[in-house]
């Protein structure tokens, strides 16, 4: 079933869905204010863009939240309002799912005493007025709008195979035995993992990228010298283009990835007793793998508070003398992210159409130093507030 899903995210399919990533791209960043006196809060139209973009490749859905709206528009009042409800609801979902002690009770008591987080929540979701119950009820909104979907696109004969929920569908109908796996309700929950996987992940990245480039001028002249001497507004870049022909934005990503990993933990349960590093594991245990740990170790990264895409550079001494598993921002082994390509593709594509038209600068509004808040993914507080300022070229 993982291959099933896994052919959807790679490069063969990329390509093909770079026309409709760039479209979204585009819409959302043709029209940034560019007043002096204007900021923007560039981590919630980043959310927005990232969302329109897994709408379209997970689902073939238009969520249509960074279409420009006018009076004259075919969106009408109704469809405003259900989308900002959508993207409230969407936003607070990925942001309430905290592992600290400002998340919902029964979170903090699964860190206290795991086994009573299950019956907790249970109990607790039905208390009105409860973290986990507005948690609750904001998952039931969202998979209830998906499962619409989910039906919709099940009816439908000529659903082609271009995103992940048709081809899901397509396997159910031709492969005997798959219809009692892909259940209806389990292609709607798999559809809502990849829409929270691929959308705050991607997200944040980007608009941490804009954020670290706006207070280091040396890297946004390198980064923007490559993205003009690739060529002018006009010519896209393909799928080939993006993985090989921009080098230093390469390790621009790369060094984003590393100073803020967006999933600083990943987890696994022994399936056996296993020894580690002299510790004898039980079949049973949950190990954590603090990523975000790993991309701060001086061993690996020398100077690691600092941002310096330099040291992805492959001819680099730091670069090639790493272990290859020290930068591992996407997790590793057998239930590695399977969006890597694809968000990759998205954050490159996104940054080019920013950088050809505008720089950024830290509006007076951010805080300083940038405050995170650490839940199951990382996010910011208060988030990233941008000055935009026009490109003249
Ligand atoms: C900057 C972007 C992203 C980052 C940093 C990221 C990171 C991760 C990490 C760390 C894991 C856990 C891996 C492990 O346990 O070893 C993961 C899993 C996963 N990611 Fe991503 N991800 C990103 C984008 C995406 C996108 C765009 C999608 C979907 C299109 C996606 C879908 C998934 C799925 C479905 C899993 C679960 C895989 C499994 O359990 O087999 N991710 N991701």
Same mark, same amino acid.
């Given at each position: 079933?993982?291959?099933t899903?896994i052919?959807?995210?790679?490069?063969?399919?990329?390509?093909?869905?770079?026309?409709?990533?760039q479209?979204?791209?585009?819409? +959302?960043?043709?029209?940034?204010?560019?007043?002096?006196?204007?900021?923007?809060t560039?981590?919630?139209?980043?959310?927005?863009?990232?969302?329109?973009?897994?709408?379209?490749?997970?689902?073939?859905?238009?969520?249509?939240?960074?279409?420009?709206?006018?009076?004259?528009?075919?969106?009408?009042?109704?469809?405003?309002?259900?989308?900002?409800d #959508?993207?409230?609801?969407?936003?607070?979902?990925?942001?309430?799912?905290?592992?600290?002690?400002?998340?919902?009770?029964?979170?903090?008591?699964?860190l206290?005493?795991? $086994?009573?987080?299950?019956?907790?929540?249970? $109990?607790?979701?039905?208390?009105?007025?409860?973290?986990?119950?507005?948690?609750?009820?904001?998952?039931?909104?969202?998979?209830?709008?998906?499962?619409?979907i989910?039906?919709?696109?099940?009816?439908?004969?000529?659903?082609?195979?271009?995103?992940?929920?048709?081809?899901?569908?397509?396997?159910?109908?031709?492969?005997?035995?798959?219809?009692?796996?892909?259940?209806?309700?389990?292609?709607?929950?798999l559809?809502?993992?990849?829409?929270?996987?691929?959308? +705050?992940?991607?997200?944040?990245?980007?608009?941490?990228?804009l954020?670290?480039?706006?207070?280091?001028?040396?890297?946004?002249?390198?980064l923007?010298?490559?993205?003009?001497?690739?060529?002018?507004?006009?010519?896209?870049?393909?799928?080939?283009?993006?993985?090989?022909?921009?080098?230093y934005?390469d390790?621009?990503?790369?060094?984003?990835m590393?100073?803020?990993?967006?999933?600083?933990?990943?987890?696994?349960?022994?399936?056996?007793?296993?020894e580690?590093?002299?510790?004898?594991?039980?079949?049973g245990?949950?190990?954590?793998?603090?990523?975000?740990?790993?991309?701060?170790?001086?061993?690996?990264?020398?100077?690691?508070?600092?941002?310096?895409?330099?040291?992805?550079?492959?001819?680099?001494?730091?670069?090639?003398?790493?272990h290859?598993?020290?930068?591992i921002?996407?997790?590793?082994?057998?239930?590695?992210?399977?969006?890597?390509? #694809?968000?990759?593709?998205? $954050?490159?594509?996104?940054?080019?159409?920013?950088?050809r038209?505008?720089?950024?600068?830290?509006?007076?509004?951010?805080?300083?130093?940038?405050?995170?808040?650490?839940?199951?993914?990382?996010?910011?507080?208060?988030?990233?507030?941008?000055?935009v300022?026009?490109?003249?070229?």
């Open positions: 079933m993982r291959n899903i052919s959807m995210y790679q490069p063969s399919h990329l390509s093909s869905l770079l026309p409709k990533m479209s979204i791209v585009e819409s +959302a960043t043709q029209n940034l204010p560019t007043s002096e006196h204007e900021d923007i560039f981590s919630d139209l980043s959310l927005k863009l990232a969302t329109d973009v897994i709408g379209q490749a997970a689902f073939g859905f238009d969520f249509g939240l960074t279409k420009e709206r006018s009076l004259n528009d075919s969106y009408n009042a109704q469809n405003d309002v259900e989308v900002e #959508f993207i409230k609801q969407h936003m607070y979902s990925t942001t309430t799912l905290k592992m600290d002690l400002s998340g919902s009770f029964s979170i903090i008591l699964g206290i005493c795991p $086994i009573l987080r299950h019956p907790f929540q249970q $109990i607790l979701k039905r208390v009105p007025g409860t973290t986990d119950w507005k948690v609750d009820q904001t998952n039931r909104k969202l998979m209830s709008r998906l499962d619409q989910v039906e919709k696109r099940a009816k439908d004969k000529d659903r082609g195979s271009k995103d992940f929920l048709s081809l899901i569908l397509n396997a159910r109908e031709s492969q005997k035995g798959l219809k009692n796996v892909f259940t209806s309700d389990y292609i709607s929950a559809a809502y993992e990849h829409l929270l996987a691929g959308s +705050a992940t991607t997200s944040f990245t980007i608009s941490s990228i954020y670290l480039v706006a207070s280091h001028l040396e890297v946004e002249t390198k923007t010298k490559e993205i003009d001497d690739f060529g002018g507004h006009d010519l896209m870049p393909t799928t080939h283009d993006l993985q090989h022909n921009f080098p934005l390790q621009v990503v790369k060094e984003a590393r100073f803020y990993t967006v999933s600083p933990l990943v987890a696994r349960e022994a399936s056996k007793q296993v580690i590093g002299g510790y004898v594991l039980p079949k245990t949950w190990i954590w793998l603090a990523l975000g740990v790993l991309a701060k170790d001086p061993k690996y990264f020398a100077d690691p508070n600092k941002f310096k895409p330099e040291r992805f550079d492959p001819t680099c001494e730091e670069d090639k003398k790493r290859p598993y020290a930068h921002p996407f997790g590793i082994g057998p239930r590695q992210c399977i969006g890597i390509k #694809f968000s990759i593709q998205e $954050i490159k594509l996104t940054l080019i159409h920013l950088y038209r505008y720089l950024f600068r830290h509006s007076p509004n951010m805080e300083e130093p940038l405050a995170l808040e650490y839940g199951i993914v990382l996010n910011f507080k208060y988030g990233v507030k941008l000055k300022i026009k490109r003249s070229t």
